[in-house]
């Protein structure tokens, strides 16, 4: 069985720092994309970044420039750094994986972490 597992979430100051981690647990043998959302209070669930097996990012307006996403292949992990946070970035932030394939293989379509919470306040 495959999972997500998140970390990094907390308090944080404004224009301060966070970085999130997602380790994808189990026999992974490959995964096509992981990515990150959030959802606020009161708003819908939304794309923040996400990365190709190879590299590719998306990244959304809104974090451009502050977010930077990465991923180590090798250790099935995706990172969010943070950077000059706004209090508008509080929110749950999940991570997502697609196509993902066991070494028993299995394979999943879509996984999504548990979520980890990220606030941004003086």
């Known amino acids: 069985q495959v999972q997500l597992v998140e970390s990094g979430g907390g308090l944080v100051q404004p224009g301060g720092s966070l970085r999130l981690s997602c380790a994808a647990s189990?026999?992974?043998?490959?995964?096509?994309?992981m990515g990150w959302y959030r959802q606020a209070p009161g708003k819908e669930r939304e794309l923040v970044a996400r990365?190709?097996?190879?590299?590719?990012?998306k990244t959304a307006d809104s974090v451009k420039g502050r977010f930077t996403i990465s991923r180590d292949n090798v250790k099935n992990t995706v990172y969010l750094q943070m950077t000059s946070l706004k209090p508008e970035d509080t929110a749950v932030y999940y991570c997502?994986?697609?196509?993902?394939?066991?070494?028993?293989?299995?394979?999943?379509?879509?996984?999504w972490g548990q979520g980890t919470l990220v606030t941004v306040s003086s």
């Open positions: 997502n994986a697609d196509r993902i394939f066991t070494t028993q293989g299995y394979r999943y379509l879509e996984l």
């Open positions: 189990g026999s992974v043998f490959s995964i096509n994309a």
């Open positions: 990365i190709t097996s190879d590299g590719m990012t």
